[in-house]
């Protein structure tokens, strides 16, 4: 018997002795709970199995809510809503966060009878539901991989397990770290969760590795779900003076932060692409086109003060105004 088998069995007669001593401490704890802390804690464990069983729950039905969309459904969506005169095949679609909500609003939600509008303001879960499940419906309506067998396209999970869905998995073993990381096996088809589905359409649709980003700063998790929100356009007209009042003068405030930021880190060239943005928009209000708001034949430049050391801008286009400010 060789020394490192010798040492392998030490090392399982301990780990068993450890367990035992354990499992000795749980008997000791549970016989010295009175009947009001057993009963206490018996209530907590249903809540726990209550929750967890939405959570498969939940798990199941997205998937379900996607395949009645994506394949039952497939021929009566209206996706016509987002073709334009430049874009005449739903396929030919550039996917992005907005083109998704474009996509939850007009065609989802259009589908199901609802106002957008509506179901944001008054149902903002079910509206989160579409909006989960979209980008998984994208993916089946431009790359066709949901796959049959035997008539059914899920699994039949046993005891608290949401199903799975058979999918096509030859896109995906064409790359070698997709294939290792959703199709260990290598077979041309496989199951996969609702939460494996999200992410793979997540990287064929919207190009991004993986669903969890886990290794992003707080900062950027919480624009990243301001960008989403704010993707489609969002405007004033349905909100409350009052609330509106309290938005605009965030939104004021934020801005007014995120370029010192910018200012603060010399991130110049970000500023100036900011710049070119506005620009483009062609916003005759604001800083930077300020210029664009007056007659240049009557008044010829604008004098801002730098209220750190009184120092006077003068300007007369937003590039001067852009270079002075870098210079300051």
Same mark, same amino acid.
């Given at each position: ?17 450890? %367990?035992?001593?354990?499992? #000795?401490?749980?008997? $000791? ?5 009175? !009947?009001?802390? *057993?009963?206490?804690?018996e209530e907590t464990d249903k809540l726990v199995s209550s929750a967890s069983d939405s959570e498969v729950k939940s798990l199941s039905t997205n998937l379900d809510i996607f395949y009645n969309f994506s394949v039952k459904l497939k021929s009566i969506l209206p996706i016509q809503t987002m073709l334009t005169d430049t874009i005449k095949n739903f396929k030919n679609i550039e996917w992005t966060n907005a083109q ?64 799975? %869905?058979?999918?096509?998995? #030859?896109?995906?073993? $064409? ?5 290792? !990381?959703?199709? *260990? ?144």
């Amino acid at each position: 018997m060789t020394t490192n088998t010798k040492k392998t069995m030490i090392e399982e007669i301990q780990k068993k002795d450890e %367990i035992d001593v354990v499992q #000795k401490q749980l008997q $000791k704890f549970q016989q010295s709970l009175n !009947k009001d802390q *057993k009963k206490l804690i018996e209530e907590t464990d249903k809540l726990v199995s209550s929750a967890s069983d939405s959570e498969v729950k939940s798990l199941s039905t997205n998937l379900d809510i996607f395949y009645n969309f994506s394949v039952k459904l497939k021929s009566i969506l209206p996706i016509q809503t987002m073709l334009t005169d430049t874009i005449k095949n739903f396929k030919n679609i550039e996917w992005t966060n907005a083109q998704l909500i474009k996509f939850t609003n007009r065609v989802l939600c259009a589908t199901l009878g609802k106002n957008y509008d509506t179901i944001q303001g008054q149902d903002e879960y079910y509206y989160n539901v579409l909006r989960r499940v979209s980008v998984c419906i994208v993916y089946e309506l431009t790359h066709s991989v949901v796959k049959h067998l035997d008539n059914n396209a899920f699994s039949n999970p046993i005891g608290r397990t949401p199903k799975k %869905i058979y999918i096509s998995m #030859k896109a995906i073993n $064409k790359d070698v770290d997709l294939k290792k !990381k959703y199709n *260990k096996e290598g077979g041309d088809y496989a199951y996969v969760s609702f939460e494996e589905l999200l992410s793979i359409s997540k990287q064929f649709v919207l190009k991004v590795k993986d669903d969890t980003r886990e290794y992003a700063s707080k900062l950027v998790k919480m624009l990243r779900a301001l960008e989403e929100y704010t993707a489609d356009a969002q405007n004033f007209d349905t909100i409350d003076t009052e609330i509106k009042k309290e938005e605009i003068s965030l939104i004021e405030m934020m801005t007014c932060r995120f370029l010192s930021m910018l200012d603060t880190d010399n991130q110049l060239e970000t500023m100036a692409n900011i710049k070119v943005y506005l620009d483009n928009a062609k916003l005759k209000d604001g800083l930077i086109n300020f210029h664009e708001s007056y007659d240049t034949n009557k008044i010829k430049c604008v004098n801002f003060v730098n209220f750190t050391n009184s120092k006077p801008i003068i300007a007369e286009t937003g590039e001067q105004l852009l270079k002075q400010l870098s210079s300051q």
